[in-house]
């Protein structure tokens, strides 16, 4: 029988605000973050094999070759669609290089890197043009059309011969990877048009201007002489060396309305869990959130730089960020960093992997267990990384007109790599017995918006309230929690934040931080773990009971998995090594969390 806790703090009378009506969606998973031997970084590591076509197929559940270590591997679950994303920053130059392309020996540059194969190696070839892009001196002469346009074809080609509308969808893209004084300001970007347009123009890269605002105007300008739509995202937040969420833009001035209308006009969502840690927050800026130090990563990413010092961290995190988008937009009227949330893997491989017990590392070199001491990322090794994430999207079809619109209005949520469905609905109607029906998303859509959606004025006298339903992985461990994460305008212009447990397993009592643990189940001769605590669904009418109509608000929810085992684990134990010699968490809380709502008076 399941355990379906029911939980409603009271029930609400009187009319909605002005609500979505659409009609029930449905649930599809994907990655918009993986690279492929076309990046120069993943060919150097270990990956000269997995081409896009190659990634394509595996994500749709064929099997294919490892890269690195040449077994055969296959999801038992594939992906509904998927995005790949090489580094527009020397394209396939590694292949290039290494066939002696005669397009390369005909550059300064090209005949340098082609010797410097001869002599030291793919890595070396690698080290030595990223090296030159990170000191501001790329070598343009490698930019030339003649050069890229073959390896965009190449893409191009792959993602149009995988697509198949309706039951896998394939979306082309890439990433533009702006890396300032070792900041990560990269952003993936993807498009809604087909090879027909995609052909037409060339992948916007750093090499052309590291500054977003150079890159949206790129995006604008050719979203006006092509007819293609985008969407960029911006990843690893946690390393932007606080720069992502800053309150300045490139030129330092402070962030305008123009600024913020631009930014989320081509940027509706970002990245908040992948392979180089969680970015949703730091315990330095949560400290009363006892779930705020998750695979916590920070190491800035550029070549011989050091740890992270004296940085912004608010800018490097999605909740603070998301609570100085509520400042900016009481200073200017627009709200720069109005964004949802998606995970990804960012996997270097070529092969989607984000389960704890199938991660096949960030690179093809850290693989294998034996080589997850090796520095594989400056300051990193392989027990660094995560095994994470994934998108999940609402959306009516699998195709990429329906997932981008999805993505557009921010219906997507993030997983730490787990399948857990969650819905969630604000509005000011919802009561307890909208919990306990079948029909949850029909009154969902009814009543309220879903996530990623705005709440307007309250009606006097009401609160807004949250229809909310998170449902365990089939394949995964059950639930502990659901959480709805707030964060305000306080009345001098504060921002502020606050963790509510609205749905705990197992009769527990909500006490905030102080809420007795969910428990833990894991083996630690094994690895393995036990349903025997936890829920299978936890579904929630919760109201907001410090709600202040005349405050800026946005609402998002976070559910936790019992504690199940990390990679790090399970590697340690084939090992045959100490659980403290990783020096990572024996175990975790894998988590999903939900794009906000947004309430403005």
Known sequence: MKKKILASLMALAGCSATVAMAAPTQLFWGDTHLHTSYSGDAFAMGNETVDP??????????????????????????????????????????????????????????????????????KSVYYDAAGALVKGQPYMDLMGEAIRQ????????????????????TFIGWEWSSMPGGANLHRIVFTNKGEEVAKTFLPYSSMQSDRPEDFWNWLQSTSESTGADFVAIPHNSNISNGLMFNKVDSNGHPISASYARTRMRWEPVAEISQIKGDSETHPSLSPDDPFADFETFEHVMTFGADEQKDVDQVSNYVRSGLKRGLEIEAQTGANPFKFGVVGSTDSHTGLSTASEPNFWGKFGLDSIPENKDKETTPHADGWSMSAAGMVAVWADENTRESLFSAFKRKEVYATTGPRMQVRLFG???????????????????????????????????????FLIQAVKDPMDANLDRVQVVKGWLDADGNSQEKVFN????????????????????????????????????????WQDPEFDASQRAFYYVRVLQIPTARHTMLDALALGKPLEDVQRPATIQERAYSSPIWYTP
């Open 53 to 122: 076509d190659t990634a394509y197929r595996f994500a749709k559940g064929q099997p294919v070759i490892h890269p690195y270590n040449r077994v055969r591997v296959q999801l038992n679950r594939p992906l509904d669609f998927l995005v790949v994303a090489d580094h527009a920053e020397y394209m396939g130059l590694l292949q290039q290089v290494r066939d002696k392309s005669p397009l390369l020996e005909s550059t300064e540059n090209g005949r340098k890197l082609i010797e410097l194969w001869d002599t030291k190696g793919s």
């Open 150 to 169: 073959p390896i965009w074809n190449r893409i191009i080609d792959a993602a149009e011969t995988n697509n198949e509308p309706g039951k896998f969808t």
């Open 427 to 465: 509005g000011f109607d919802f009561d307890a017995q909208d919990a306990t029906g079948n029909e949850l998303a029909e009154v969902g859509y009814r009543k309220g918006v879903p996530m990623g959606g705005d709440l307007s004025q309250a009606p006097d006298g009401k609160h807004p309230s």
């Open 502 to 541: 609205v749905a705990l397993s197992d009769g527990r009592e909500d006490r905030g931080a102080d809420t007795q643990p969910v428990g833990n189940t894991v083996d630690l001769k094994t690895g393995k773990f036990s349903d025997s605590i936890g829920a299978e669904e936890l579904t929630t009418v």
